[in-house]
């Protein structure tokens, strides 16, 4: 079992920036694969950031490649979604999940666990 607290959400102009982090407690951080999704309003949840478990290698979204960047560290437990030049597309609620078979990382149903998500708003 793993539990997931995200934090760092906040309201922005465009063009600021955001870091919003995931701290897990539970079983060891260094096994799972971390995703980054985010749901807009009126919106399906979508794939926004991952970092594998194993290598570390990192994968975006088109829409925020260049602007977003993920990073983990698992002495802390921690996982980090630096947030750069913000969009008011960029608004939404962002989750934090983990999985440790992650085939396809920009698939939600491929993670096991989810925080309970941090409100991003950006303003014009």
């Known amino acids: 079992q793993v539990q997931l607290v995200e934090s760092g959400g906040g309201v922005g102009q465009a063009g600021a920036s955001l870091r919003l982090s995931c701290a897990a407690s539970?079983?060891?951080?260094?096994?799972?694969?971390i995703g980054w999704f985010r749901r807009a309003p009126g919106k399906e949840r979508e794939f926004v950031a991952a970092?594998?478990?194993?290598?570390?290698?990192?994968y975006y979204a088109d829409s925020v490649k260049g602007r977003f960047t993920v990073s983990r560290d698992n002495a802390k437990n921690t996982t980090y979604l630096q947030m750069n030049s913000l969009k008011p597309e960029d608004t939404a609620v962002y989750y934090c999940?983990?999985?440790?078979?992650?085939?396809?990382?920009?698939?939600?149903?491929?993670?096991?666990?989810w925080g309970q998500g941090t409100q991003v708003t950006v303003s014009s």
């Open positions: 539970g079983r060891a951080f260094i096994s799972y694969t």
């Open positions: 999940a983990v999985g440790t078979s992650v085939v396809a990382i920009h698939l939600p149903t491929m993670y096991d666990y």
């Open positions: 970092i594998s478990r194993s290598t570390g290698r990192t």
